[in-house]
């Protein structure tokens, strides 16, 4: 049997009445949405000139890095009239582009999974147990994250070289490690706390321990949250200078960093300036590819919090 709704009475049923001037004319927008429309444009405007101003860069860099010298500096801004790949080659060999990628990798790679694990859990520690100096301990990496680096650098100088780790890759990764280890925590804390308890509680119902629960429940449901925490992580100790530069003195340990900067005052005026252009794209294509693969992930861990 089929139904048919009622239609609401009209106003005018109700005693009262409706005029011509209360009627919005047809065709023409109310104010509201004149405002919207004139908002919405306004904010995409600022969004492509900011697009314009990220993006052109690093188009300039990549078309400057198919051109010799001669091109650089007599037509900057035109397209290259020859693709130059030698200049990458030349990078990549004469300019020991390939063994500073590979530190990068080894100390980056490194000290990233260190981060993350053990970051990991001592915010979850943090965020999921109450316990005498929960909050002392929590807010010590929170001050952590507000310390200069500049101050800390003499003194951890001392430090690592009388531990016998100046110099070396692990020594290295330990430091990035504990460089990164407060924003860290600081963020997956949060990230934890807005976990449901009750799939831990059932793991502990079932029998699982603490580790387990952990490691199989709690550090998959944080991924969104470890993938960005770890991406903001990666762009910093990639891009890091300072602590490289104090602490790794030795040529055959350089990092990217180290090497773009060696690459640009090795030969003073005459510098290889295409070869230096190609180097920068290198060090900058794995950092634009790792935010452009794990860009929706960022996303959702940062949107995460705010959405449960």
Do not use: C
């Not at 969004?47 to 400057?64: R, Y």
């Not at 860009?295 to 861990?301: K, T």
Request: proline share 6%; charged share 10%; hydrophobic share 50%.
């Amino acid at each position: 049997m089929k139904t048919t709704e009622t239609p609401a009475p009209l106003p005018a049923e109700s005693g009262a009445s409706i005029s011509k001037a209360d009627v919005p004319p047809p065709g023409r927008p109310s104010g509201k949405k004149r405002e919207g429309a004139v908002l919405n444009v306004f904010s995409h405007g600022l969004l492509i000139v900011w697009a314009i101003m990220v993006v052109m860069p690093l188009l300039w860099a990549v078309m400057t890095s198919f051109k010799d010298d001669s091109a650089i500096f007599g037509s900057p801004w035109s397209l290259p009239h020859s693709l130059h790949f030698d200049n990458w080659s030349r990078a990549w060999t004469q300019a020991n582009m390939s063994d500073y990628f590979l530190n990068t990798v080894l100390v980056v790679g490194g000290s990233l999974i260190g981060t993350l694990v053990l970051g990991s859990m001592a915010a979850y520690v943090l965020a999921r147990f109450d316990f005498p100096g929960n909050r002392f301990i929590y807010y010590l990496f929170v001050g952590g994250m507000s310390f200069p680096i500049m101050l800390a650098l003499v003194p951890l100088f001392y430090v690592v070289n009388n531990m016998g780790l100046l110099n070396t890759i692990h020594g290295l990764i330990l430091v990035y490690i504990a460089y990164s280890l407060p924003f860290t925590v600081f963020f997956l804390t949060a990230f934890f706390r807005t976990l449901p308890t009750s799939v831990a509680e059932a793991a502990f119902v079932d029998g699982a321990s603490h580790t387990r629960t952990f490691f199989q429940i709690m550090l998959p449901m944080a991924k969104p949250g470890l993938i960005s925490v770890g991406i903001f992580n990666f762009l910093g100790q990639w891009n890091q200078y300072m602590l490289p530069t104090v602490l790794n003195t030795d040529p055959d340990k350089r990092v990217l960093t180290q090497g773009l900067v060696q690459l640009a005052v090795s030969q003073g005026y005459k510098g290889d300036w295409s070869g230096l252009f190609a180097g920068l794209v290198m060090a900058m294509l794995p950092v634009l590819a790792a935010y452009i693969l794990f860009q929706r992930q960022v996303v959702q861990g940062l949107t995460a919090g705010a959405l449960k």
